[in-house]
């Protein structure tokens, strides 16, 4: 594995994989990797004849007060976990100077207007034109065939598939299941700051995303009703500060039409963003006809 703080390399690499005729898979991360990441690299490393991951922890998309300087960082350990599955070029992406991921005199912004506004988009205002943007010089970067995204940040999986294709960017962008810890919890850089009691309080998050998930799989066709039914579980965990809950055509991100599941083309996402003690987490379940 190639490992590099340089962005100007990571083209470089690119470049050469590309003129050799050979496809290229993306991981873009923010390092701390889990088992989440890993399943990305996985599949990419399934998927292509060689698999780039970065990891940059990007400071646009974190607003002044949020956590860029207590952000879990690993490099190190990161880098190990890659060369375990093969990545081929691991960019440590450096903010500024020579070889930076952003230019010196960086002024160009990439603002994905509509899919940025709901959900996190009200709570983190910034948040998604910093991974838009930092996806997008990523993009420019690797000119990668395929890039991998995990199903939890699914308003930032969205965005960036919306992203790839406005921007005729050529790349396809993959959206891959959550994976979850033994006890249902959505695996997270972040889950490493929970003490034990809000662990336990956080559990809340999978349950009441289950009972919605069942209740769909019985029938229940109202994405007010399942909204509803994750609201009122997660209202019951004391502790527990629910910033949204909200049921949203998964393609979209709009309130489905006529408030019906099957009004959805690709399905509802039930989404939900809440605080357990001090950490900020968010998790949801994608409701789909096909999905069995
Ligand atoms: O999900 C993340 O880790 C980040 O938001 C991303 C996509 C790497 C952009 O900084």
Redesign the pocket.
Known sequence: MKESHDAREAARWAERARAAGLSIGLV???GALHQGHFSLIERARRECDRVAA?I?V?PT?FSPGEDLDRYPRSPQEDAESCRERQVDFLLHGQSGGDGGVYERDFQTWVNVAEISEPLCGRSRPGHFRG?AT??AILFGLFKPHRAY?GQK?FQ?ARLVQKLAADLRSGVEVRILPTVRDADGLAMSSRNRFLDGPSRELALAIPRALEEAEAAFRGGEERASVLEQKVRSRLEAARGLEVEYVSALDASSLREPADDRVSSTPDGLVVAVAVRAGKVRLIDNIWLRRSSG
């Open positions: 873009p991360t923010m970065t940059f990007n998309q991974v930092v996806v995204f940040d930032q």
